[in-house]
């Protein structure tokens, strides 16, 4: 692996680990919806130049009426839907935890493949589907086990479920819709659901009122993980397989949990650990060997990513 190749990796592993500390930070100025608003509107900004400034702005023109609406639900189920319940999630989970919960996202692609795409299940995805949900449960049983605990929990669940519905919408089109252009038209839409959704449950919010620290974290979110990180992610993955790349993604949760327990003070019983430990495995073996690449905007964690 070139040096440059493993540099841009270790810049998007620690970009995306580090996305749920800043948004725990954001949190504490500004009301979950109208925050994640503002990120993606200053995201869409700049994919909206940049169609301009590419003039990958006419194929648009060139959308069938069914791949605009699946267009429109891409933005509303990779965007508005995970986002809101992500976020959403995170004011009541440890941000390690959230980040375990979310990136289980590709165990959740293998069942709806298997249902709506008719892709088979083999025994090596089977018994990572059966360690990735074993270590699920325990995470959320030992670190909160109360009914309210395991409420919020679940909502981040519904987060990895949202953005495995779009990895399956994004497949069907993908082969008349580029990554890119997926994801620059996708988002904005996204971002308009979550300013009609932030405006009737949060009311006007203005930005000024974030502090020094939810600035940056607002930038940091807006441009660098959501924008910035996904273009050095496909330079990445022109040097390297794709298979290789979204293991090393497994690396995104870990980050996640030492940050917040550094920053936020979060620690974890060895329960919580071994939950963590067996979801990662469920992960990692759900993976396929012959993966193609993912998606632009599609969870690898977006995330996939995630996220963006």
């Known amino acids: 692996m070139k040096l440059s190749t493993a540099?841009?990796?270790?810049?998007?592993?620690?970009?995306?680990?580090?996305?749920?500390?800043?948004?725990?930070?954001?949190?504490?100025?500004?009301?979950?919806?109208?925050?994640?608003?503002?990120?993606?509107?200053?995201?869409?900004?700049?994919?909206?130049?940049?169609?301009?400034?590419?003039?990958?702005?006419?194929?648009?023109?060139?959308?069938?009426?069914?791949?605009t609406f699946s267009i429109c639900a891409l933005g509303a189920v990779?965007?508005?839907?995970?986002?809101?319940?992500?976020?959403?999630?995170?004011?009541?989970?440890?941000?390690?935890q959230a980040s375990i919960i979310v990136n289980t996202d590709p165990i959740i692609v293998t069942i709806l493949a298997a249902i709506f795409l008719r892709e088979k299940i083999t025994?090596?995805?089977?018994?990572?589907?059966?360690?990735?949900?074993?270590?699920?449960?325990?995470?959320?049983?030992?670190?909160?086990?109360?009914?309210?605990?395991?409420?919020?929990n679940i909502v981040v669940l519904g987060a990895a479920f949202s953005w495995a519905v779009g990895a399956i919408i994004a497949?069907?089109?993908?082969?008349?819709?580029?990554?890119?252009?997926?994801?620059?038209?996708?988002?904005?839409?996204?971002?308009?659901?979550?300013?009609?959704?932030?405006?009737?449950a949060e009311g006007f919010v203005p930005i000024t009122r974030l502090s020094g620290l939810g600035w940056t974290s607002l930038v940091t979110l807006g441009i660098v993980s959501s924008v910035l990180t996904f273009f050095v992610w496909y330079e990445v993955l022109h040097d390297i397989e794709a298979s290789t790349a979204c293991i090393a993604l497994l690396l995104v949760p870990i980050v996640t949990t030492i940050l917040g327990a550094i920053f936020l003070y979060e620690f974890y019983?060895?329960?919580?650990?071994?939950?963590?430990?067996?979801?990662?495995?469920?992960?990692?073996?759900?993976?396929?060997?012959?993966?193609?690449?993912?998606?632009?905007?599609?969870?690898?964690?977006?995330?996939?990513?995630?996220?963006?």
């Open 123 to 152: 025994k090596r995805k089977a018994v990572g589907l059966l360690l990735g949900y074993t270590g699920v449960v325990l995470v959320i049983i030992a670190t909160n086990p109360t009914l309210s605990g395991s409420i919020w």
């Open 269 to 308: 019983t060895e329960v919580s650990i071994l939950g963590m430990a067996l979801t990662l495995v469920g992960v990692y073996l759900t993976q396929s060997r012959t993966n193609k690449k993912p998606q632009l905007g599609m969870s690898p964690n977006l995330k996939k990513a995630s996220p963006i």
């Open 171 to 200: 497949k069907r089109i993908a082969a008349n819709i580029d990554s890119y252009l997926m994801t620059a038209t996708s988002v904005p839409f996204g971002t308009i659901l979550l300013f009609i959704t932030a405006f009737i």
């Open 78 to 96: 990779n965007v508005f839907s995970y986002y809101f319940l992500e976020v959403y999630g995170l004011q009541y989970v440890p941000a390690g």
């Open 7 to 67: 540099g841009g990796l270790t810049f998007v592993v620690l970009t995306w680990g580090s996305s749920f500390i800043f948004i725990k930070y954001a949190l504490r100025d500004m009301p979950p919806i109208t925050f994640t608003a503002y990120r993606f509107l200053i995201a869409s900004s700049i994919l909206m130049v940049s169609l301009l400034i590419t003039g990958k702005y006419r194929e648009i023109l060139k959308f069938t009426r069914k791949e």
